[in-house]
């Protein structure tokens, strides 16, 4: 069906101007030229790239909504994906950990949720994908890594160490750990139950395990630690093999976004101190921040701050991390603060993650690109409202206010 949107605001590469857009199906086919078939009035208003997130995990919210109490995957998935069409989202990577323990990041659980996403796919309104957010010691997912890898899930692989991260040694603060696989790399004395307790107290609920039992499991895995490098190398040739994007997780040096680097990940996520930030810049390798870091004007664990980093134009993308709504406020707040002008704040939602993920069909309003695209109200210092958006063409949210 061929729709034409009048009247808006397009925030077209580099530019925005008053024009029209023109969609054929599932594709932008002209733009500024007269009205062809259905009219969409959208004076007033804002019609920009839909947009695209790398790393979502607010999915958690709504199968384990409260510590311990699980929901049906298939109403979390069926809800989740109504969250995102109402943010502006059309193409998302749910980020399923894949850990060594049980409970909410289990790889029984994030399986599930894999096959959900699968079977539910007729069903959904915009693009679900997969961020395949392995820790690298749960050596229990290797099959699952496989599956996933084959599955039409068009996934993504984040390289994920919480278990070093929780392991250094007492005093270290968290942005100042040495690459985990670095032979100075300092481990806490693993017989210091009360900071083993503090550590991992978040762990230990989310697993349902009891402390005791918790305990005996990471140091179980940890174990494990000698074998770690060679898994990771191994897995990350298959993903570089299947031409799967790959990222790493909280950077802390320039050594260990070089390793990730070596590895084929050429996407540092959420980098917690200047050395991966610079390495990244270096190598040409995209850097992203979280959204509700800029939104909250900072880290909540006192890492970069993403509003600093895009001024300074070390950032390149901004991820909800786990808060959907956060990406479209990220860039008020940051349009706001005049951090940079609306079309590079646009770019870190849009054509940023476009290019991070190797999707050049989408992430801006040119002609022959997907007809992935959002309408923005966004009165002048208000707080911008999604009224729709459009996946391949496909009107997956519509809202019209009371006016």
Known sequence: MIQTFVGAEVYLPGEIVETTVTIDNNTIVEIGGSVHGREIDARGKILAPALIDVHGDAFERQVMPRPGVFFPVETAVLETDRQLAANGIATTYHSITLSYEPGLRSVERGRAMMQAICDLAPRLTVENRIQLRWETFAFEALETLDWAMEAPLKPSLAFNDHLSMAMRSDGMPIQERLFEHSPEFEVMDLADAALFETRYRKHTERSGLDYCDHKKLVHKVWDRRPDVLETMQTVAAKARAKGIPMLSHDDTQAETRKFYH?????????????????????????????????????????????????????????????????????????????????????????????????????????????????????????????????????CAYRAHAAG
């Not at 909540?300 to 950032?315: N, R």
């Not at 695209?373 to 409202?385: H, R, S």
Request: aromatic share 6%.
């Open 262 to 394: 070596d590895l084929g990940a050429t996407s540092s996520e959420f980098p917690m101190s200047m050395g991966p930030v610079e390495a990244a810049r270096a190598q040409g390798d995209m850097i992203i921040f979280g959204a509700p870091n800029a939104v909250r004007g900072g880290s909540h664990i006192g890492s970069l701050g993403a509003a600093d980093m895009v001024e300074a134009g070390l950032c390149d993308l901004l991820a909800s991390d786990y808060y959907y709504p956060a990406m479209l406020a990220a860039i008020d707040r940051l349009d706001r603060e005049k951090r940079a002008d609306r079309s590079a704040l646009w770019a870190l939602v849009a054509s940023g993650p476009a290019q991070a993920m190797g999707l050049t069909d989408r992430g801006e309003i040119s002609v022959t690109k997907r007809a992935d695209l959002v309408l923005v109200d966004w009165p002048k210092g208000q707080t911008p409202a999604v009224q729709g958006t459009w996946v391949a063409g496909r």
